[in-house]
């Protein structure tokens, strides 16, 4: 893996922007070439938005990082045409164990409905992601995508003003200033941007502290995720276990608060402490070491004026769950279509307001579940290290109990239920799991799956009838009712008519629907007044 590591992705050149006698304004900056900033410029490419990507670095990020990525981030890989590289090189997994010291207790199925083209999560290291992002974003370049990626370019000074964000970059060969209608800010967990702005963090910071070790190995393990409390080779702490592609292995180890952390991370102790986990006989390599914090903190606002925060920069939550890079790629999934929308003149500025109260959203839902998470896993009392050692006691036999075990609720797409967006349900007896604001589940059809066939646009996609064509929507037609349609979108209904959004959120449904009533939702997601 080092010569990954040491290979420049996108080296610094000179751009004609740096010898411009006045700064040049570009329709979108963003500052973070990570996952989530990737995933932007991809977005926002794929959608003929021109859009520069600046990076003070020039290579993947170091060390596994993020390593599980959920059904939805792959689905939304799928729509930025990366989604197959990624499952296909990614450890597939859906199964998870929870151990309560040397015994199992229970096990879970994330997936245990068929008929979904993605699994419900693969684990892959971070670096490969964005070196498939980056061979992806290359092959936009080629087609002709506007993209602009621009390594060895730091930003160390931003002006946002009323009606553009004006930088300052660095490079090898000194500063230029540049221009842009909107900023996105993926530029992680100590963003420079925000604190360049004055703008901080609310939330908890846990005291205890994680030692993560990917280690490469020969192992017989299953693909599977296995979670202890209490096990017998990290007494009174938790651990976890996780294969990623190349033979290496994630392990997890709490440590607890009061440590020494660089003398944790020492090469022999990291080992003797994997040694006591798998045994003398296990030969392994380190491979990357870290040690982390619990934080579950977010930003009060992630839109700023023409500054829009996503990713790290926007919210931390801990790693127990996945819910950190996923949820980044969820920002942008809910940000790029709007801002195309806005920029093209076809929607209000203030249909950005809604990435803020939609996002902030799900931040505050995966702060929730992950502080929750934390407190199991961590209980700060004798009375909760009591209820939980009595919940993992009564799981191992008795199923009422299994739903109270937490040891990190794994990331799922937040339904946006209260959207100012979204329009009222107009199917009364419908899924509540497709209902206004929900995020639309996969369902094989004859020539692929659905998801396939919604693209970055509105799509009016119409169940056991025909689809009317509207004005500013893409129409879907699905006259044979397949179980798997019948389950998710109809529910008792004979017909539905669906209004999807280019995020493949639902925005409106109904039994049925006027061309008024369709056009009016249609106003409405687009921040417009129905």
Same mark, same amino acid.
């Given at each position: 893996?080092?010569? @990954?590591?040491? =290979? ?16 040049? /304004? ?59 590289? @990624? ?30 083209? /993605?699994?419900?999560?693969?684990? @892959? ?28 370019s730091k930003v160390t000074a931003i002006d946002a003003r009323s009606d553009h964000v004006a930088l300052t970059v660095d490079t090898p060969e ?32 846990? #005291? ?15 693909? #599977?995720? !296995? ?60 491979? !990357? ?42 920002? =942008? ?5 709007? +801002? ?5 003149? #076809? ?56 739903? +109270? ?23 009364? =007896? ?47 037609? @699905? ?14 209904? #004979? ?36």
């Open positions: 893996m080092t010569r @990954l590591f040491e =290979t420049p992705l996108y080296p610094y050149t000179r751009h004609a922007d740096q010898d411009a006698a006045t700064p040049v /304004r570009h329709p979108v900056i963003i500052v973070g070439a990570g996952p989530v900033g990737l995933a932007a410029a991809l977005d926002l490419g794929q959608q003929g938005v021109p859009v520069v990507v600046l990076d003070e670095n020039d290579k993947v990020s170091h060390g596994s990082r993020a390593i599980c990525f959920s059904k939805r981030t792959l689905e939304i890989a799928d729509r930025l045409g990366c989604g197959d590289p @990624l499952t296909e090189r990614g450890v597939r997994w859906n199964l998870g164990k929870v151990f309560f010291g040397d015994r199992k207790v229970y096990e879970f199925n994330l997936l245990p409905e068929e008929g979904h083209r /993605r699994p419900a999560f693969i684990n @892959l290291q971070q670096y490969h992601l964005e070196n498939d992002m980056v061979t992806r974003l290359r092959q936009m370049q080629e087609d002709g995508a506007p993209i602009d990626l621009r390594g060895g000194g500063p230029y200033e540049i221009e842009a209608e909107y900023l996105v800010a993926c530029d992680g967990a100590g963003s420079p941007l925000r604190d360049m702005l004055g703008l901080g963090f609310t939330g908890r910071v846990f #005291e205890d502290n994680f030692l993560i070790a990917d280690v490469t190995m020969q192992a017989d393990f299953p693909t #599977e995720r !296995w979670f202890w409390f209490d096990p017998p080779f990290n007494k009174g702490q938790s651990a976890l276990l996780h294969k990623q592609p190349d033979g290496v292995w994630r392990i997890d180890l709490q440590l607890g608060w009061d440590i020494d952390r660089e003398k944790e991370k020492e090469p022999e102790r990291v080992k003797a402490r994997v040694r006591q986990m798998l045994g003398p006989d296990v030969e392994f390599e380190l491979e !990357w070491v870290s040690i982390y914090t619990f934080q579950c903190r977010r930003m009060d606002r992630f839109r700023h004026g023409r500054v829009l925060f996503a990713g790290d920069a926007a919210h931390q939550v801990s790693p127990f769950g996945a819910r950190g890079a996923n949820s980044g790629l969820q920002d =942008t999934d809910n940000l790029c279509w709007k +801002l195309r929308l806005v920029l093209a003149g #076809e929607a209000p500025d203030t249909l950005l307001d809604s990435y803020d109260t939609e996002r902030v959203e799900a931040a505050d839902e995966n702060i929730l579940n992950s502080s929750r998470s934390t407190d199991f896993i961590t209980p700060k009392s004798t009375t909760s290290r009591l209820f939980r050692d009595a919940v993992l006691d009564l799981s191992e036999h008795h199923a009422f109990a299994r739903p +109270l075990v937490n040891s990190g609720r794994l990331s799922i797409p937040c339904i946006h239920a209260g959207s100012p967006l979204s329009t009222p349900d107009a199917l009364p =007896t419908g899924p509540a799991r497709t209902r206004p604001g929900a995020p639309c589940p996969d369902a094989p059809l004859g020539n692929g799956y659905l998801l396939d066939h919604l693209g970055s646009t509105f799509t009016l996609l119409a169940i056991g009838r025909e689809a009317p064509n509207i004005s500013g929507t893409t129409p879907l037609s @699905l006259p044979d009712i397949t179980e798997d349609l019948k389950t998710r979108y109809l529910g008792d209904a #004979e017909s539905a008519l669906y209004l999807i959004r280019p995020d493949q959120h639902v925005a409106a449904r109904w039994a049925d629907a006027t061309p008024d009533d369709i056009q009016s939702a249609l106003t409405r997601a687009k921040g417009g007044h129905a």
